[in-house]
Nanobody
């Protein structure tokens, strides 16, 4: 079983930056896919970035060039560096893990609010 704990959310002005962290309870070295999702009020949860072992990190078109996902296997932590934030980036951001088996895991979410 994998437990995920996000941190780093908060209130930031448009154009600012935040770095989200997702700490896993165990090793993420062999977790097939780690990803970040977000859900804005009244909208469906959407994929922001996904890192699958052996492939290039994928990003939603809306965040390409502004967000960067990274994985630190030594710290069992994944990060989402968010730059040039826009009000439309306001959402609850969730960490996701797919070890490649029959079960996937979600964190509790962290709120990101971007003011205009």
């Amino acid at each position: 079983q994998v437990q995920l704990v996000e941190s780093g959310g908060g209130l930031v002005q448009q154009g600012g930056s935040l770095r989200l962290s997702c700490a896993a309870s165990g090793s993420i070295f062999r977790i097939n896919t780690m990803a970040w999702y977000r859900q804005a009020p009244g909208k469906e949860r959407e994929l922001v970035a996904a890192d699958t072992i052996g492939t290039t990190t994928k990003y939603a078109n809306s965040v390409k060039g502004r967000f960067t996902m990274s994985r630190d296997n030594a710290k069992n932590t994944v990060y989402l560096q968010m730059n040039s934030l826009k009000p439309e980036d306001t959402a609850v951001y969730y960490c996701y893990a797919d070890p490649g088996g029959t079960r996937n895991y979600w964190g509790q979410g962290t709120q990101v609010t971007v003011s205009s």
